[in-house]
């Protein structure tokens, strides 16, 4: 299966700023999804990233706050932009592999302070 | 869009006991169905999956049972070991190519 490299593990930021969150595969793969874990709870999808266009993001998440790049088949971004305490989480980055399971990243832990 | 349904929250089984887990999900056209579990401050790692054109799934201590007419699907853990001491969560993809839908998850304590 891919694996994938996920950085940074952690960062406490300061509210109003922005975080940007790199994944990077070692293989091409189509599909890359982004979560959001808050503690004791379960994987929320934010957005699919799409190679060459826009993501496609879930309700309740919109572009301006979680722009998503993904330039090619092997690398994407998620920024988390204007951050506010609510924003405190775990971010994954996961590639599709249907039939080998979905792989994910070791995960950012997000504080914003 | 996709709903996933997960119980119990919490599971606490003896060493040696078996664990069930049980999941329904909404969408009659979802047709891969993993399992993850998920150890503290880890990854999730997924440790079973099921399509739909099969109704039962075995890896040695672990399988996965799948009903499409009642849209659920389950988990069975035989003989429990503390190493087994985990978050469980179970997930669906609605359309080929579509992220995964994830349940609650399922704490699971295995004591000895």
């Known amino acids: 299966s891919a694996v994938i490299s996920q950085k940074p593990s952690r960062d406490i930021c300061q509210r109003g700023t922005s975080l940007t969150i790199q994944c990077q595969v070692d293989?091409?793969?189509?599909?890359m999804f982004w979560y959001r874990q808050q503690p004791g709870q379960s994987l929320t999808l934010i957005a699919t990233?799409?190679?060459?266009?826009?993501?496609?993001?879930e309700s309740g998440f919109v572009i301006d706050k979680f722009p998503i790049s993904r330039p090619n088949l092997t690398f994407s971004t998620l920024t988390v932009s204007n951050m506010s305490p609510e924003d405190s989480s775990i971010y994954l980055c996961?590639?599709?592999?249907?039939?080998?399971?979905?792989?994910f990243g070791s995960g950012t832990r997000l504080t914003v302070v | 869009g996709e709903n996933v349904e997960q119980h119990p929250s919490t599971l606490s089984v003896q060493e040696g006991d078996s664990a069930v887990i049980k999941c329904t999900y909404s969408?009659?056209?979802?047709?891969?169905f993993p399992w993850y579990k998920q150890e503290l401050g880890k990854r999730p790692q997924l440790i079973i999956d099921?399509?739909?054109?099969?109704g039962e799934k075995k890896d040695q201590r672990i399988a996965v049972t799948l009903n499409k007419t009642a849209k659920h699907f389950s988990l069975h853990i035989t003989e429990t070991q503390p190493e087994d001491s985990a978050v469980y969560f179970c997930?669906?993809?609605?359309?080929?190519?579509?992220?995964?839908?994830f349940g609650k998850g399922t704490t699971l304590s295995v004591s000895s």
């Open positions: 996961s590639v599709g592999e249907r039939g080998r399971g979905d792989t």
């Open positions: 997930a669906a993809e609605s359309q080929a190519g579509t992220a995964l839908i």
């Open positions: 969408d009659s056209a979802s047709n891969y």
């Open positions: 099921i399509r739909s054109n099969v």
């Open positions: 990233a799409n190679q060459g266009s826009e993501a496609t993001y």
């Open positions: 293989s091409q793969v189509t599909m």
